[in-house]
């Protein structure tokens, strides 16, 4: 790629992630010293990335513990396999009892399920059905008004294992309108929603997750965007009506509230 090519988004990531080979730099950072928007997006990416390699520094000094090493994992794997193959040895044993007595094969299916999203897309999938499904009502938009926030935030904590806090959004213009108990991925989940001057809204989502993903992973449906991550077993999920750069700066506030609760504990 010549320096006189346009810029294109995977090189202003690579930029904030530190990738980006040397030969396009320069031109990366002429096109952001042109472009008023695009540097003040990617300053703030970088500044964020920043904060999260800051706050997560203490886990390189940790010792790896025995489910990452690598032979374990590879045994895992060889027992997982193994099950596989044996289930598929016992379908084809099926069949071939049923062909020769007469049976008919296709009323003996066997299927082999293997999830290949990432956790955080799980969180935010889920996320985006709850936000569409309840963000249309008008008459039950939530099934604890704000009004009862007190009474919402002990019941949700309560139900979800966690303490549960409604993010300050006033700075962004958005107040609290309430939330509710919502299933999630076989456990509790909670849905706090906002709105605006306008009646725009925006949802909170919260439930159990696995995994440690606290860079935020950003998703768009239709007019929804989302940005979703993953902290101290919970997966958390910001969903509005907005552009990448009106949400990324709502989604930090939140999960730097949801930060310092933890930290207090």
């Not at 193959?85 to 069949?95: E, S, V």
């Not at 049976?103 to 290949?116: D, G, M, T």
């Not at 008008?138 to 919402?152: C, D, F, I, M, W």
Request: net charge positive; glycine share 8%.
């Amino acid at each position: 790629m010549t320096n006189d090519a346009p810029i294109v988004e995977d090189e202003l990531q690579a930029y904030v992630d530190g990738r980006l080979p040397t030969a396009r730099r320069a031109a990366v950072e002429a096109h952001l010293a042109q472009n008023r928007d695009a540097r003040e997006r990617i300053a703030l990416e970088v500044r964020h990335r920043a904060s999260l390699r800051g706050q997560l520094e203490h886990k390189f000094a940790e010792p790896v513990p025995p489910r990452l090493w690598i032979a374990n994992i590879r045994a895992a794997r060889r027992t997982t396999m193994l099950r596989r193959l044996t289930a598929l040895a016992a379908g084809a044993l099926i069949f071939a009892i049923g062909a020769s007595s007469g049976w008919l094969a296709a009323n003996h299916e066997i299927f082999v399920s293997v999830s290949a999203l990432p956790p955080t897309s799980g969180v935010a999938q889920n996320a985006n059905a709850a936000y569409r499904t309840f963000v249309v009502e008008v008459a039950h938009p939530v099934e604890v008004a704000s009004a009862q926030e007190g009474h919402l935030l002990q019941w949700l904590s309560r139900r979800l294992g966690k303490p549960l806090v409604a993010p300050d959004l006033t700075p962004f213009g958005y107040k609290l309108m309430g939330g509710r108990l919502l299933p999630g991925n076989g456990s509790a989940a909670a849905q706090l929603m906002y709105d605006d001057a306008r009646g725009k809204r925006l949802t909170l989502y919260v439930r159990a997750a696995e995994g440690s993903e606290t860079a935020f992973r950003y998703q768009r449906d239709g007019d929804a965007a989302t940005f979703a991550w993953i902290d101290r077993g919970f997966g958390f999920a910001v969903t509005a009506p907005a552009t990448r750069e009106e949400l990324l700066p709502i989604a930090e506030a939140v999960y730097r509230g949801f930060g310092s609760v933890s930290s207090s504990k």
